[in-house]
């Protein structure tokens, strides 16, 4: 504790979440039995308010227990250390199984108190109900943490030091990467509220699906942004050399990221055309339910992976417990109610409603694809049917085809016409999309020596690209005046949903690419050894002691002649005292054809000065962090568009 006092802090937090756990509770109760009487609602949502600002509290007051190292606090003393950086103690505070599920508990608390805030043109009672869903299931957050993960325990005697949090988790990506995938998790918890409060409400309008859609887009948006930063993390920090592996780790956060996408499709649908609302309902509920199973998944200990927080299946038996409840009365509601839902319909098999639905089939087909991958190894071995495993080539042989075919229809959507649509019309504005394709898919096959799957996973990125553009140069033509002045008041929302569509064909290059063609290879080298890998000279300099702040490293000097132009990279093995194994930190050079990623081994045993060094060559593999961005992008410029629309009253 560096010599101080255990102060109250930890208490302080401990009664804080009490108090917030009890006024989420009223919040439920109030809420859902306001019968649409005012005063009972604004009641609600004070309690949502209250709530709030007390989980502020209480993990305010977790953070200050890390920065302080005060290691009678249980979780400080096994995922902190004096040495540490302070940006790593703070977010020590997040990178356990305990600190995480308190920042669960304040998001799904805040944003409680925002959609309390916020009604907007839904009816009281639809508006108090979704409230009361939204109270349940933050008491439920709040319930599981106090009594099985309670982050404040305090220990007796406390430790002189702590053990450190996991060197893999030392990074400043992995710093940002559980908040953004809560913020996407626990978002996807208010259109489960929604949909709830629709079904018992009996009423899922025009304006439910308005106040729906940008929850819902907030949600898909930072799990966008949360599993590209991931991927980014895994890429240059594991040092394997790839950015995805189809762990089942992955996989829990992939499920509710295509169920969101689906959902914030098909409530497009509702809010424009007041159709497709049970499926819209159907999706919140499975997007929420998508998200808990992740979370399980994650605690439960059935998984090995550095992700995993948890290894107390009593604590995994408690999240299947809320995901049962949840679950449960989401479909039991929706089995009794979501016939009596008027559903006006009436469009053509031709329109953009239609290409929208296909989009959710998909979207929908891929998320059950991997959820049967994720969990049939899990369900074999719990029937004593032994160790199997479901790895990248069964979903690359499924899933990869379904997104392949769904993106064929992408760029069709925006360009028809709501109700009905001309197919012949929209075809001959897409044609020199459809020609760039070809053109890509023949070059491709050309140049890959007749590789089929690479040459139409190209000419699918190619195709989304271009549809981007046609559709920006046809939004452009219908405007007034010169073309910068139409590039400047063209409406956000054009912009948000060409970036994202844009971008999904960015990150179907890159990945495509760097799968199909890129190129590995082992050395054994000494300082002054030169190699010839991917059309590169590479030498190793030296390799030298370096000592970290809380770390002591090898690290290993290259240069890379790259056609006369020379660099040098800097690869290196790290070994933190409270940690058994080294951690990689790779030495990447990015140049236009992709990165040479240079991977430091150990030293070759019997050979002093020899060390185990891996090269790899990922083509293009930048594209796929720039076309995550670049999705992200367009879901965060869709909510401003939203958020500008609504605040003019348009």
Request: charged share 10%; glycine share 10%; proline share 5%.
């Amino acid at each position: 504790m560096e010599g101080r006092k255990p102060a109250m802090i930890a208490e302080i937090g401990a009664y804080a979440a009490v108090l917030a756990l009890v006024l989420s509770v009223l919040q439920g109760v109030i809420g859902l039995t306001a019968q649409g009487r005012a005063s009972r609602a604004a009641a609600a949502a004070a309690m949502a308010q209250a709530a709030a600002l007390l989980g502020i509290i209480a993990f305010a007051c977790l953070i200050a227990v890390f920065v302080r190292s005060d290691f009678s606090v249980e979780s400080v003393a096994s995922y902190s250390h004096t040495d540490k950086p302070l940006i790593y103690k703070i977010a020590g505070a997040w990178g356990n199984h305990e600190g995480s599920m308190l920042l669960w508990c304040l998001v799904s608390a805040t944003f409680g108190a925002v959609l309390a805030s916020a009604p907007g043109e839904q009816a009281t009672g639809l508006w108090s109900k979704a409230v009361g869903v939204q109270g349940l299931v933050t008491s439920g957050a709040f319930a599981y943490t106090l009594f099985l993960s309670n982050p404040f325990a305090r220990l007796d005697p406390a430790p002189m030091q702590g053990a450190g949090l996991n060197p893999l988790l030392q990074d400043p990506a992995l710093a940002a990467h559980p908040p953004m995938l809560y913020l996407g998790y626990v978002g996807l918890s208010v259109p489960f509220s929604l949909a709830l409060a629709a079904l018992i409400e009996g009423r899922a309008d025009q304006a439910w699906a308005k106040a729906l859609r940008p929850w819902t887009l907030m949600a898909w948006t930072c799990l966008t942004f949360g599993i590209g930063l991931g991927s980014y993390w895994a890429y240059y920090e594991l040092g394997w050399g790839g950015w995805w592996f189809w762990d089942p780790v992955e996989n829990a956060s992939f499920m509710p990221w295509l169920a969101a996408c689906a959902l914030l499709h098909s409530a497009i649908v509702t809010e424009r055309r007041g159709s497709l609302a049970t499926w819209t309902i159907l999706l919140a509920i499975l997007g929420f339910g998508l998200a808990l199973l992740g979370t399980f998944l994650v605690r439960s200990g059935l998984l090995t992976s550095v992700h995993a927080f948890a290894v107390d299946p009593s604590r995994g038996i408690a999240v299947l417990v809320l995901l049962a409840i949840a679950m449960g009365a989401g479909f039991t509601l929706y089995a009794r109610r979501a016939g009596k839902l008027a559903q006006p319909t009436g469009f053509a098999a031709v329109s953009r409603e239609t290409m929208l639905v296909w989009n959710n089939f998909g979207l929908a087909i891929a998320a059950g694809v991997v959820l049967i991958g994720t969990l049939y190894p899990l369900l074999v071995e719990a029937l004593g049917g032994g160790l199997i495993s479901v790895g990248p080539p069964f979903f690359n042989m499924t899933v990869v085809p379904l997104l392949g075919a769904l993106f064929l229809f992408l760029p069709l959507g925006p360009m028809l016409t709501w109700r009905i649509g001309d197919l012949r019309a929209t075809l001959l504005r897409l044609a020199p999309g459809i020609a760039l394709a070809l053109i890509t898919l023949v070059a491709t096959l050309i140049l890959a020596n007749g590789r089929a799957m690479p040459a139409i996973g190209l000419a699918i990125g190619a195709w989304l690209i271009a549809g981007g553009f046609i559709y920006l140069w046809t939004r452009l033509r219908r405007g007034e005046g010169a073309g910068l002045k139409k590039l400047v008041v063209l409406p956000l929302a054009v912009w948000s949903m060409t970036i994202a569509h844009m971008g999904a064909g960015v990150l179907t290059l890159g990945a495509i690419a760097e799968t199909a063609f890129r190129s590995e290879q082992a050395f054994e080298l000494s300082a002054g050894d030169s190699v010839e890998f991917a059309n590169r000279q590479i030498t190793l300099l030296s390799v030298d002691d370096v000592e970290g702040p809380n770390y002591a490293s090898t690290q290993a000097h290259f240069s890379v002649d790259d056609s006369g132009r020379a660099a040098n990279v800097d690869a290196e093995r790290r070994f933190y005292p409270t940690a058994p194994t080294p951690t990689t930190e790779v030495g990447i050079l990015s140049a236009l054809d992709g990165d040479l990623y240079i991977a430091l081994g150990d030293e070759v045993r019997d050979r002093a000065g020899v060390w185990a060094v891996r090269f790899y060559h990922n083509p293009m593999v930048h594209l796929i962090f720039i076309g995550a961005s670049m999705m992200a992008l367009g879901g965060a410029l869709s909510l401003m568009a939203l958020a500008r629309r609504r605040r003019s009253g348009a």
